[in-house]
Nanobody
Framework: QVQLVESGGGLVQPGGSLRLSCAAS????????MGWYRQAPGKQRELVAT???????NYADSVKGRFTISRDNAKNTVYLQMNSLKPEDTALYYC??????????????WGQGTLVTVSS
């Protein structure tokens, strides 16, 4: 099995910063895709940022210029650096990954989420 464990969430004031981490472990040959999603109270889950194994990244318009996704392939870990945080960034943040198993099969895996609260 493959597991994703998020960390780094917490309470921060508007304008502050947080860095989220997502570490993958288990039966992994490689990780092609890693991304961050979030779900705010009363809203649908939305894509925040993605990172491919080839280095391409994509961001939601609402976070462009403020958030940065990065990967440490040696550690099977993806990060989300969040700067200039706004109250509307408050949400449960989920890590998602597309994993290639040692057999060559593909698995889509979700983490349990880490809560980010931006408030005065």
């Amino acid at each position: 099995q493959v597991q994703l464990v998020e960390s780094g969430g917490g309470l921060v004031q508007p304008g502050g910063s947080l860095r989220l981490s997502c570490a993958a472990s288990g039966s992994i040959f490689s990780i092609n895709y890693m991304g961050w999603y979030r779900q705010a109270p009363g809203k649908q889950r939305e894509l925040v940022a993605t990172s491919s194994s080839g280095g391409s990244t994509n961001y939601a318009d609402s976070v462009k210029g403020r958030f940065t996704i990065s990967r440490d392939n040696a550690k099977n870990t993806v990060y989300l650096q969040m700067n200039s945080l706004k109250p509307e960034d408050t949400a449960l943040y989920y890590c998602n990954a597309g994993v290639v198993a040692p057999t060559g099969g593909y698995l889509e895996v979700w983490g349990q989420g880490t809560l980010v609260t931006v408030s005065s």
